[in-house]
């Protein structure tokens, strides 16, 4: 029997969009909503995010690393 693997894509919204939330390094707590449990920046598949704001995610997950506001890998 074979079996039919489709992926039913739909549209869907930035969080960061939606939400109307402005992303900064100095808010540890909206940057760990888009890092996994291993401390990996997650991607936009997994994130819903935009390329505007997952560039910007990315680049204040990083910033709030060097300032040790969060840590480079979760133990």
Do not use: W
Not at 1 to 11: E, G, L, Q, T, Y
Not at 46 to 64: E, P, V
Request: aromatic content about 6%; some cysteine; overall charge positive.
């Amino acid at each position: 029997m074979i079996r039919s693997s489709r992926k039913i894509n739909r549209a869907r919204k930035c969080p960061i969009c939606v939400q109307d939330l402005q992303v900064d390094y100095k808010d540890p707590n909206l940057l760990r909503k888009f890092i996994s449990e291993r401390g990996k920046i997650l991607g936009r598949a997994r994130t819903g995010a935009c390329a505007r704001h997952q560039r910007a995610l990315t680049r204040s997950i990083k910033r709030a690393r060097y300032v040790a506001l969060l840590a480079f890998v979760q133990s």
